[in-house]
């Protein structure tokens, strides 16, 4: 649940367009993009994701050492994934695009900002 929280925190705070910081990232970026989508359709899928397949990905930046993604499945699910790694350990985490949107809508509430919610940018 901390990872969770820590990971909906650094995407409500946004990301700075930057190069890939991890070596799983950078991994990623390598591959060409059906390789990249079919990537990512496992990595949702292991996590218990709805997602039939990835048919967009988005490498959205980098923020605090996280490396921040966006995927968009055929089935209009949408995804923003953080990929941190630490040692020898990578941790991925997701959130529908949606968990996303409301948890940054709440946090800004609960600061008493007036600014927009965060979502994801993939269409």
Do not use: P
């Not at 941190?84 to 959130?95: A, G, P, Y």
């Not at 968990?99 to 509430?109: N, R």
């Amino acid at each position: 649940m901390t990872r969770l929280l820590l990971a909906t925190l650094l995407c409500a705070l946004g990301t700075t367009q930057a190069s890939a910081q991890n070596v799983v990232s950078q991994g990623l970026l390598d591959l060409d993009d059906d390789e990249r989508n079919a990537s990512f359709t496992l990595i949702l899928k292991e996590s218990d994701r709805r997602c039939d397949q990835v048919i967009r990905t988005l490498f959205t930046g980098t923020l605090l050492g996280v490396d921040e993604w966006e995927a968009l499945c055929k089935d209009r699910n949408a995804y923003s994934i953080s990929v941190l790694t630490e040692q020898d350990e990578t941790i991925i985490t997701s959130l529908s695009c949606r968990e996303l949107s409301a948890t940054s809508k709440m946090l800004l509430h609960r600061s008493g900002s007036r600014s927009k919610a965060a979502g994801c940018r993939i269409k």
